[in-house]
């Protein structure tokens, strides 16, 4: 079987991984990416179902440290007043409310939930990106588009849940939701900066922020 070109960072040293609950999955050999099958990617309507099912309250607790993992060492660095985007922020943007609380501007965009394309024009000096990396089809033109929306010195903080053993993939709760399609690696996060000339740190578990520029 030949593996398609890596969606993340678009290298055609990939191989097959492994078919799990039907499902094909490919490991890219530069970054370290493991993504699912394009022939098997669910459609816009499909997506949207999934998401409907899923709960993220603004004013739940729990949640909010859920999303503190990035919020807290963005806000370290961040200068007051500081103009963001909350990319993919679903239908609950608690972590553009949490941003607000410290005195930041935050604009929404998600393709399901706030597609206002105006926003896309924008230029920010922060742009989160949690729990989304993992749906995305085409990563490689999703970061490059996150890239050139911020001004140089901004921040893209991404929170995704890193692929670490092999062998507790087929079984992972994270691979299990239909929507997500590829998983990432620290290595690949580091991967993605060197590509791009940014500076990646991973201040916390399953968090980067890479600084653009």
């Known amino acids: 079987m030949t593996s398609p070109p890596c969606p993340v960072c678009r290298g055609i040293e990939c191989a097959p991984f492994g078919r799990f609950d039907g499902i094909t999955y490919h490991r890219c050999g530069s970054c370290a990416a493991t993504f699912r099958d394009p022939e098997q990617l669910l459609s816009h309507v499909e997506e949207l179902a999934n998401y409907l099912s899923h709960e993220n309250n603004v004013d739940d607790p729990g949640y909010r440290r859920f999303l503190s993992r990035l919020c807290d060492p963005l806000l370290e660095r961040l200068s007051p007043g500081a103009r963001g985007l909350d ?127």
Not at 95 to 110: F, K, N, P, R, W
Not at 133 to 155: I, K, Q, S, T, V
Not at 187 to 208: E, F
Request: proline share 6%; charged share 20%; hydrophobic share 40%.
């Open 87 to 213: 990319y993919g922020c679903g239908p609950g943007p608690a972590l553009a409310v949490m941003l607000s609380e410290a005195g930041h501007q935050v604009a929404l965009y998600d393709p399901f939930f706030a597609r206002d394309d105006t926003v896309l024009s924008g230029r920010y000096d922060f742009i989160t990106c949690t729990e989304v990396a993992e749906h995305f089809h085409a990563p490689a033109e999703e970061f490059d588009r996150l890239g050139a929306m911020l001004h140089p010195g901004g921040w893209l903080a991404v929170m995704t849940c890193f692929q670490t053993e092999d062998a507790a993939f087929g079984n992972w709760h994270y691979r299990k939701d239909p929507t997500h399609v590829v998983f990432y690696r620290e290595a690949t996060m580091r991967h993605l900066a060197r590509a791009r000339g940014w500076h990646c740190n991973i201040p916390a578990k399953d968090v980067a922020l890479f600084r653009v520029g």
